[in-house]
């Protein structure tokens, strides 16, 4: 199979599709693979890495999606990138179109089969695709949540875990799962007090373990409530599989925050679980509303397009290996990947 690999034009986006390591597989493997000029240059992987695996150098996007049968990228097609698909394409990347009608509408249209790592399973039903960048946002959740407090960035003026004499910080995490496990992992390693939502007890019991500064609880709403009234950071991880965020944490929540604090909604991917949530990007990351700071970055884990290369392309490898293939209809979890087909939605969560 021909394989592009295109460069990510979505604003400061560095990732690319596949790392050459990856690449070497597929032209092991038979496949020709094609990727346009400097579209692993920012996760630290120029051209000459790939020529010296196989993969041949186009100058354009034009000549990498023109050339493949397979395409595989990172974020979800913008317009720049659906002037290039095609019905016969098959795509492959984060799609999230539950909070994309018009995305939805114009993959259907163009006709293509589109493949979200973000519904791929595995043989447990868990996101194997997903979870790499749910690791990384998951993190930076914390690692900016705490910059935004520091006072010269309009926050409130605290170091989250507090040092002798004065107080430690509070962060509330909606949702225990991989993103929601890895901010609570980073927010107690720095000292923080910090309480978990979650209605798994399985999930819940992973937060307490933590360390004796997590406090894990179901999320009933005057619980909720409460906590977010008092909380210097709020992350919103909330995740229903396919399907648009459901809202955790309303618009009055917000404006019951101390000025000053931070949100971050790492939903916002799927439409935010947060309902003064909108998208950004990081030409301009964060708004205020309600005197509370906005971090609401569609492609977060973008900032560290090294790691984040890494680590998708060792996650998708296989999986692109058994697309390209041709044999793939028998894999469970590669079909529940399917988003849209041949002018039709397909995945029964974008019915809903």
């Not at 819940?204 to 009933?220: F, K, S």
């Not at 490898?317 to 044999?327: H, I, N, S, T, V």
Request: with cysteine; charged share 20%; net charge negative.
């Amino acid at each position: 199979m021909r394989i592009g690999v295109p460069t990510e034009v979505k604003p400061l986006e560095g990732r690319v599709g596949l790392i050459p390591a990856a690449c070497a597989g597929l032209v092991k493997a038979g496949h020709e693979v094609f990727i346009q000029t400097g579209a692993g240059v920012k996760s630290g992987y120029p051209d000459e890495q790939y020529e010296k695996v196989g993969v041949e150098v186009v100058a354009d996007a034009a000549a990498a999606y023109g050339r493949s049968e397979m395409v595989v990228k990172v974020k979800e097609p913008v317009a720049a990138d659906l002037e290039h698909i095609r019905a016969d394409h098959l795509l492959f990347c984060y799609l999230h179109l539950a909070a994309l009608p018009e995305l939805t509408r114009q993959l259907c249209d163009i006709g293509c089969t589109a493949v979200a790592f973000e519904t791929v399973e595995d043989a447990a039903g868990r996101l194997p695709l997903l979870a790499p960048m749910s690791d990384i946002a998951g993190r930076l959740a914390i690692q900016v949540g705490t910059h935004l407090l520091h006072q010269p960035q309009g926050g409130k003026g605290i170091l989250i875990g507090g040092i002798p004499a004065a107080k430690r910080g509070k962060v509330v995490i909606l949702g225990g799962g991989v993103a929601g496990g890895n901010s609570a992992v980073v927010a107690a390693g720095l000292g923080a007090e910090v309480t978990v939502f979650d209605m798994d007890r399985d999930k819940l019991e992973r937060a307490r373990a933590i360390g004796p500064n997590v406090t894990g609880l179901y999320p009933h709403s005057e619980d909720v409530a409460l906590a977010v009234a008092e909380a210097d950071i709020v992350v919103g991880a909330v995740l229903v599989t396919g399907e648009r965020a459901p809202h955790v944490i309303s618009e009055a929540m917000v404006k019951a925050m101390q000025p000053g604090s931070v949100v971050v909604d790492i939903s916002v991917d799927q439409g935010g679980c947060i309902e003064t949530t909108r998208p950004t990007t990081y030409d301009d990351p964060t708004y205020v509303m309600h005197d509370v700071i906005h971090f609401t970055v569609t492609n977060m884990p973008g900032a560290v397009p090294r790691t984040a290369s890494q680590a998708l392309s060792a996650a998708i490898a296989p999986y692109a290996e058994r697309l390209a293939d041709g044999q793939w209809r028998d894999h469970a979890g590669l079909v529940k990947g399917i988003n849209v087909e041949a002018g039709k939605v397909v995945h029964p969560a974008l019915f809903k």
